[in-house]
């Protein structure tokens, strides 16, 4: 079956600009998480989803940050006026609920110039 | 944020040895998971301990849960080339419901 996918794959933009980053969750899961993973570091939570609301957004960095599931399942992780630092990989997760094992897509590796 | 202390940061062993990593913490986990990734592609899970001193294994990887519940070890026997990736221990605690902390990563690379 299908796993967790996540477009892009890369993403190139400028300081400054704005991005959406989309994650497609296994059929039928209904948590979803961001993480983000900086080069030689593991992931780092973002944000987490139960359903179409976020139960949990105690890791978005600042306000630039912000993401949304409005069906409770596709969800997009939007950036404002990125900068240098936030480029990274950026991870998307999902399990059949809360608490059970979470499955990774490939990531977003997302460049800002 | 707050990571998992992992070590050591890379190995570099011939094929056939085994292998010995470890994670610890000052804070309590309820969950250790032991998590694999390898290049352009997410974490895969290997492992999952969910009580204090559990041990489990699958294939030839064995990862045991601490009993002070702040740390865990991940072994690998007869190691191959295919285990070559980034190992990462994670931790899940309290009422985080599934809130994933990581640590940094441990790099193996296994000459045949």
């Known amino acids: 079956g299908a796993g967790v996918s996540q477009t892009p794959s890369n993403k190139v933009t400028e300081k400054g600009k704005y991005v959406e980053l989309r994650c497609d969750p296994i059929s039928g899961h209904t948590a979803l998480y961001w993480y983000r993973q900086s080069l030689g570091q593991g992931p780092e939570f973002l944000i987490y989803f139960q359903g179409t609301g976020a139960a949990d957004d105690s890791g978005l960095p600042n306000d630039r940050f912000f993401a949304v599931r409005p069906e409770g399942s596709v969800s997009t992780l939007k950036i404002q006026r990125t900068e240098r630092g936030d480029s990274a990989v950026y991870l998307c997760a999902s399990s059949p609920t809360k608490g059970e094992t979470q499955y990774f897509g490939p990531g977003t590796r997302l460049l800002v110039l | ?112």
């Open chain 2, 1 to 112: 944020g707050q990571q998992l202390n992992q070590s050591p940061q890379s190995m570099f062993i011939q094929e056939g040895e085994d292998v010995s990593m470890n994670c610890t913490s000052s804070s309590i986990f309820n969950t250790w998971l032991w998590y694999k990734q390898e290049p352009g592609e997410g974490p895969v899970l290997l492992i999952a301990l969910y009580k204090a001193g559990e041990l489990t294994s699958n294939g030839r990887l064995t990862a045991q849960f601490g009993i002070t519940r702040k740390d865990s070890f991940l072994n690998i026997s007869a190691s191959i080339p295919s285990d070559v990736g980034i190992y990462f221990c994670a931790g899940i605690g309290g009422t985080s419901y599934g809130k994933l902390t990581f640590g940094q990563g441990t790099i193996l690379t296994v000459h045949p």
